[in-house]
């Protein structure tokens, strides 16, 4: 299978990491297409001197990239594509391979009307190339490891061509650079990532075997903004002008969503049950002043959990900095950090016999390290008075920061879980503050350090069931070990409508496509939420995990 992914603007460490892990662990081919922000990469052989300015001062990074070439810029109007495909091996298969990767751009080029070819000596695509003064259009480099490829080449579209003027473009100092629109073809982005996806198609993918999700759709691009005129009195409990905006761009009408009233399917009703080991719970997070997601989510299954005395902490206060679409927890400016709080939350997992404690957080874009800190701290805290308990984290983002990530991930949790959310089409009308490549890279680091990763989606959102396969195939690409499906339930008439109400039947079969695809565990139903039967798939991977070992060395043996 050949998954395409288009990602919209990515960060070159988030599309690096991304990278790597679907190098190292996907079985399928991958081509994902994306913008960068200003960045200037240099190969592994790259002259420093051929970067003319300071990066800072102009307002871009400097990286050393793990491919062939010398420095070249990527930034806004270039696309970059990144193959990552099985390569035959054998006498020229890398030559072979780059000039897959420069026919591709050759070919997508002609439905615009630009002859396009090679310059004998100079790697890339090239145009004049017969005449006088040929121009490069698109950079290509690539890197071949135990027969699999990585990096690719990058487009220019429609960039701000200065950008080239402050480096020495791929080392050669004599030779032009120019792009699509420089060269008379206004276009889009969208028409050209159209036009390559065929040809990289074509070239290689199997018939039929080929699948594709964008992370930004282009579904309505040139669609009005506004609500129409003369709403109906339906519309009155729609979400607010903001979210329907970025809704309708992602090709969900908020109108045709379920009304907040509609009654519930059966399988979605919970009896309250407010039993003594329920109200015992509840007297402990109180008397230590803690926080719950289960409360401030509005969890269907809290009366099931706390009987069973299993809660999923909430640190770093109640308010978080982000809005998402679905989410319930508060978002006024938060307050200071509570240096006890690490303390309290291990007391109350003492207190309550805990074997497996969950503990989360609000998203805090306002701390420097995004609350990585208090995450260790109580992870430290928990395993110095409970050393018997197993701790599952579930992490935010932190915008990407490589430090703070790894002050998590050096806690080492039991569990590392950081959700997905939802589709890649819905990703950033749904989680505007948040990045679906991101959200992929950070479960890679996860993985990379060797912790079980755990990740889910909620289902419900306007998604296709043919969406939701493709992001299990994401998570599982990157190593995800555990992943948990479950339903979305409005919290409120601001949040994003239901679409529809998935049933139980089409979650069973979403399990099993999960267990087919490898996850160690898949926790699928209707009320499932990150930390439904926590302890029970930790467990599940746990013993997967072991039992592959175990049996990888009787192989050895």
């Given at each position: 299978?050949?998954?395409?992914?288009?990602?919209?603007?990515?960060?070159?460490?988030?599309?690096?990491?991304?990278?790597?892990?679907?190098?190292?662990?996907?079985?399928?081919?991958?081509?994902?297409?994306?913008?960068?922000?200003?960045?200037?990469?240099?190969?592994?052989?790259?002259?420093?001197?051929?970067?003319?300015?300071?990066?800072?001062?102009?307002?871009?990074?400097?990286?050393?990239?793990?491919?062939?070439?010398?420095?070249?810029?990527?930034?806004?109007?270039?696309?970059?594509?990144?193959?990552?495909?099985?390569?035959?091996?054998?006498?020229?298969?890398?030559?072979?391979?780059?000039?897959?990767?420069?026919?591709?751009?050759?070919?997508?080029?002609?439905?615009?009307?630009?002859?396009?070819?090679?310059?004998?000596?100079?790697?890339?695509?090239?145009?004049?190339?017969?005449?006088?003064?040929?121009?490069?259009?698109?950079?290509?480099?690539?890197?071949?490891?135990?027969?699999?490829?990585?990096?690719?080449?990058?487009?220019?579209?429609?960039?701000?061509?200065?950008?080239?003027?402050?480096?020495?473009?791929?080392?050669?100092?004599?030779?032009?650079?120019?792009?699509?629109?420089?060269?008379?073809?206004?276009?889009?982005?969208?028409?050209?990532?159209?036009?390559?996806?065929?040809?990289?198609?074509?070239?290689?993918?199997?018939?039929?075997?080929?699948?594709?999700?964008?992370?930004?759709?282009?579904?309505?691009?040139?669609?009005?903004?506004?609500?129409p005129v003369g709403a109906s009195p339906e519309r009155a409990g729609?979400?607010?002008?903001?979210?329907?905006?970025?809704?309708?761009?992602?090709?969900?009408?908020?109108?045709?969503?379920?009304?907040?009233?509609?009654?519930?399917?059966?399988?979605?009703?919970?009896?309250?049950?407010?039993?003594?080991?329920f109200l015992g719970l509840q007297r402990t997070v109180k008397d230590?002043?803690?926080?719950?997601?289960?409360?401030?989510?509005?969890?269907?299954?809290?009366?099931?959990?706390?009987?069973?005395?299993?809660?999923?902490?909430?640190?770093n206060g109640e308010r978080c900095t982000r809005a998402c679409g679905?989410?319930?927890?508060?978002?006024?400016?938060?307050?200071?950090?509570?240096?006890?709080?690490?303390?309290?939350?291990?007391?109350?997992?003492?207190?309550?016999?805990?074997?497996?404690?969950?503990?989360?957080?609000?998203?805090?874009?306002?701390?420097?390290?995004?609350?990585?800190?208090?995450?260790?701290?109580?992870?430290?805290?928990?395993?110095?008075?409970?050393?018997?308990?197993?701790?599952?984290?579930?992490?935010?983002?932190?915008?990407?920061?490589?430090?703070?990530?790894?002050?998590?991930?050096?806690?080492?949790?039991?569990?590392?879980?950081?959700?997905?959310?939802?589709?890649?089409?819905?990703?950033?009308?749904?989680?505007?503050?948040?990045?679906?490549?991101?959200?992929?890279?950070?479960?890679?680091?996860?993985?990379?350090?060797?912790?079980?990763?755990?990740?889910?989606?909620?289902?419900?959102?306007?998604?296709?069931?043919?969406?939701?396969?493709?992001?299990?195939?994401?998570?599982?690409?990157?190593?995800?070990?555990?992943?948990?499906?479950?339903?979305?339930?409005?919290?409120?008439?601001?949040?994003?409508?239901?679409?529809?109400?998935?049933?139980?039947?089409?979650?069973?079969?979403?399990?099993?496509?999960?267990?087919?695809?490898?996850?160690?565990?898949?926790?699928?139903?209707?009320?499932?939420?990150?930390?439904?039967?926590?302890?029970?798939?930790?467990?599940?991977?746990?013993?997967?995990?072991?039992?592959?070992?175990?049996?990888?060395?009787?192989?050895?043996?």
């Amino acid at each position: 299978m050949l998954r395409v992914r288009w990602l919209g603007r990515v960060s070159y460490e988030d599309a690096h990491v991304l990278q790597h892990a679907l190098h190292a662990r996907s079985s399928d081919d991958h081509l994902l297409l994306l913008e960068h922000p200003h960045v200037f990469t240099l190969g592994v052989r790259g002259d420093a001197s051929h970067v003319l300015v300071d990066p800072a001062m102009v307002g871009a990074q400097i990286v050393r990239a793990d491919r062939g070439g010398d420095v070249t810029y990527h930034g806004p109007g270039q696309l970059v594509a990144y193959p990552i495909l099985d390569v035959p091996m054998g006498p020229g298969a890398v030559p072979d391979h780059v000039h897959s990767v420069e026919q591709v751009v050759i070919d997508t080029l002609v439905e615009f009307q630009l002859v396009a070819g090679r310059l004998p000596g100079y790697p890339g695509v090239w145009l004049g190339v017969e005449g006088a003064a040929p121009r490069k259009i698109c950079a290509v480099g690539v890197r071949v490891t135990r027969g699999r490829s990585m990096h690719g080449l990058a487009l220019n579209v429609d960039p701000d061509l200065g950008w080239f003027d402050r480096i020495v473009p791929c080392g050669i100092s004599d030779k032009a650079v120019t792009s699509m629109s420089a060269e008379g073809v206004r276009v889009s982005m969208r028409a050209v990532v159209d036009a390559l996806v065929r040809h990289a198609k074509d070239r290689w993918a199997h018939p039929g075997a080929a699948e594709r999700q964008d992370v930004i759709s282009f579904v309505a691009a040139n669609a009005s903004q506004e609500d129409p005129v003369g709403a109906s009195p339906e519309r009155a409990g729609e979400p607010g002008g903001k979210l329907r905006v970025r809704l309708r761009r992602a090709g969900v009408d908020p109108c045709e969503g379920l009304v907040l009233s509609a009654r519930k399917p059966p399988w979605l009703r919970v009896n309250a049950r407010m039993g003594g080991e329920f109200l015992g719970l509840q007297r402990t997070v109180k008397d230590l002043s803690l926080v719950t997601v289960c409360e401030e989510a509005g969890c269907p299954n809290i009366f099931e959990c706390w009987a069973q005395g299993t809660a999923t902490f909430m640190i770093n206060g109640e308010r978080c900095t982000r809005a998402c679409g679905f989410c319930l927890v508060d978002t006024r400016h938060p307050l200071p950090l509570d240096p006890r709080e690490p303390q309290r939350v291990a007391e109350a997992v003492e207190r309550l016999g805990l074997e497996h404690a969950v503990v989360t957080a609000v998203t805090r874009d306002d701390l420097a390290d995004g609350g990585a800190g208090a995450f260790a701290a109580t992870v430290e805290a928990i395993r110095a008075r409970c050393p018997g308990t197993a701790v599952e984290v579930l992490v935010p983002d932190c915008k990407g920061d490589r430090e703070a990530i790894s002050v998590m991930i050096a806690s080492r949790p039991d569990v590392f879980n950081h959700n997905l959310e939802t589709v890649a089409r819905l990703q950033r009308a749904i989680r505007p503050s948040a990045s679906y490549a991101r959200s992929l890279a950070v479960l890679a680091l996860a993985k990379d350090a060797g912790l079980v990763t755990k990740s889910g989606m909620i289902l419900g959102m306007g998604e296709s069931e043919e969406e939701a396969i493709g992001a299990l195939a994401d998570m599982r690409a990157v190593g995800v070990d555990i992943v948990t499906l479950g339903q979305y339930l409005r919290p409120s008439a601001a949040h994003l409508p239901v679409a529809r109400f998935w049933t139980p039947d089409e979650f069973d079969r979403l399990r099993g496509i999960g267990e087919r695809m490898g996850f160690a565990h898949v926790q699928s139903s209707p009320l499932t939420r990150s930390s439904y039967h926590a302890r029970e798939a930790a467990c599940s991977s746990t013993d997967s995990a072991h039992f592959a070992r175990s049996a990888h060395a009787a192989t050895l043996r």
